[in-house]
C-alpha cells in the first residue's frame, strides 16, 4: 500500500463515510449556526415587526370614541389599528387607551405598565383612589400617568398622540414619556 493509499484509509473509515474530522466540523458548524439563529431571530423582530412599535403604525390616526362619551373621569377605550409585520399584512390588532378630558384638552394614556407590562386599570384600589392600579406588583400612577415613587414602575405610562375632527377623537401614534 502507497504512502497515498494509507492516509486515505486513515482518514475514511469506508467507502461513503466522512472521517471524524469532517464529523466534528459539521457538528460545530451546525450548531454554532443553531445558536446565532437563535441570537439574531429576536434581534431581526424587534427591528421589524411594527406590532413592537408605534400604536397607529406609520402615523395612521383611527377614531376611537365621540367626545361627547369623554368626560374627566378616565374612561377605557378599545380600538382597532391595521399592522403589518415580517409575514402578515393589513390584520387587525386592538389597542386600549385611557381617555380623559382636561380642560379643553384631551389626554389618552397607554394602559400597558411600565414595570413589565401587566394592564392597568382606574380607581380599583380603594387604599388608593383615584390612581392607576397595576394588579401585577402594585404599581400605581396618578391620573395624568405619572409613576407614584416607591412603587415598581420607574416612568411614566405612554401617551397617545390626538386630534378631534368631526366631534370625534382621534388617536394615532405613540408618544413615551421619561
Ligand atoms: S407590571 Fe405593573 S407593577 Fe409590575
Avoid at 50 to 67: E, F, N, S, T, Y
Wanted: proline share 6%; net charge neutral; glycine share 10%.
Amino acid at each position: 500500500m502507497s504512502e497515498k493509499e494509507k492516509d486515505l484509509s486513515h482518514d475514511h473509515a469506508g467507502k461513503g463515510e466522512i472521517s471524524r474530522r469532517q464529523f466534528l466540523t459539521y457538528t460545530l458548524m451546525g450548531v454554532g449556526g443553531f445558536l446565532a439563529a437563535g441570537m439574531l431571530t429576536p434581534m431581526v423582530r424587534f427591528a421589524i415587526d411594527p406590532a413592537l412599535k408605534a400604536a397607529g403604525g406609520a402615523g395612521a390616526m383611527v377614531a376611537v370614541a365621540d367626545i361627547s362619551e369623554i368626560t374627566n373621569e378616565p374612561k377605557s377605550f378599545n380600538f382597532t389599528v391595521k399592522q403589518d409585520d415580517a409575514w402578515v399584512k393589513g390584520q387587525n390588532a386592538v389597542l386600549t387607551a385611557w381617555v380623559y378630558k382636561e380642560g379643553d384638552k384631551y389626554v389618552a394614556l397607554s394602559p400597558i405598565c411600565k414595570h413589565f407590562g401587566c394592564v392597568v386599570n382606574w380607581n380599583t384600589d380603594a387604599a388608593h383612589p383615584e390612581q392607576f392600579h397595576c394588579p401585577c406588583h402594585g404599581g400605581r400612577y396618578t391620573k395624568d400617568g405619572i409613576n407614584v415613587p416607591g412603587t415598581p414602575p420607574n416612568a411614566p405610562l405612554d401617551l397617545y398622540e390626538y386630534e378631534v375632527k368631526d366631534g370625534k377623537l382621534y388617536l394615532g401614534n405613540i408618544i413615551k414619556r421619561t
